[in-house]
């Protein structure tokens, strides 16, 4: 009788720490992925349908990049991101992009071309969507990811002193030297969801005036 009364005792011991950490995991899967986070599984496929799976440990560090066509602020720092790509890559910068934007293959390989963008880049994931917490709502946003996969900083915005920043902190990083001052976005430097109802209804309303009456 008292082995048995231990045993049950010992299942709902077992019980509730199997509880506890499947509640943990659940608080931890849904907060924004932050400077000393693993970074999440980070995978999707481009307009060619190829599948990309980022292996953080096949560079020396690696800039993730959460953009949209219709944000400005992304557009405008979209330069400066292939620079460092053409520039750092040879010291093994990779920088990615990710876009969880619904967008067509023609119209996704068209952007690029036009914007003169080869660095990786490639549609959200269903993993990017569910671990990638706090990369929709703000764009852009960047994250330095290191070699053990551990992000080094998070970005939200692209002011001109911003982007100066980003690129100066790739090389920083990459010549072993600490980071300086985090710069933060002023109004104007980010994107949100709102710009892109206002962008929809300011298109609908040029089509409306362009037509003959």
């Known amino acids: 009788m008292r082995e048995s009364r231990m045993r049950v005792a010992l299942n709902k011991a077992l019980l509730m ?3 506890a950490l499947f509640a943990t995991s659940l608080h931890a899967s849904n907060k924004v992925v932050a400077p000393g986070d693993q970074a999440p599984d980070t995978r999707g496929r481009d307009h060619n ?4 799976v980022i292996d953080f440990s096949a560079a020396n560090l690696t ?3 959460f953009w949209a066509s219709w944000c400005e602020p992304c557009r405008n720092e979209m330069p400066a991101l292939q620079e460092a790509h053409e520039n750092l890559g040879p010291r093994g910068l990779r920088v990615v992009g990710i876009t969880h934007e619904r967008i067509d293959d023609e119209d996704l390989a068209t952007f690029l071309d036009e914007m003169g963008v ?3 880049v490639f549609r959200a994931g269903p993993s990017v969507k569910k671990y990638w917490i706090g990369t929709q709502g703000v764009l852009p946003n960047s994250y330095l990811i290191g070699k053990d996969g551990r992000v080094i900083r998070r970005y939200v915005g692209a002011s001109p ?8 902190d790739l090389v920083a990083v990459l010549d072993g030297r600490p980071l300086g ?5 002023g109004e104007g430097d ?3 969801g709102e710009d892109r109802v206002r962008q ?3 298109e609908e309303a040029k089509k409306k005036a362009a037509k003959p009456d």
Do not use: R
């Not at 349908?49 to 990309?52: A, C, D, E, F, G």
């Not at 911003?162 to 100066?168: D, K, M, N």
């Open 161 to 168: 002193e911003q982007v100066e920043q980003l690129t100066s």
């Open 63 to 65: 800039l993730v990049n």
């Open 190 to 192: 980010v994107a949100t």
């Open 200 to 202: 929809q209804k300011e």
């Open 118 to 120: 080869t660095y990786t």
């Open 181 to 185: 001052m985090l710069i933060f976005p």
């Open 49 to 52: 349908n190829v599948l990309h």
């Open 17 to 19: 720490l199997a509880l």
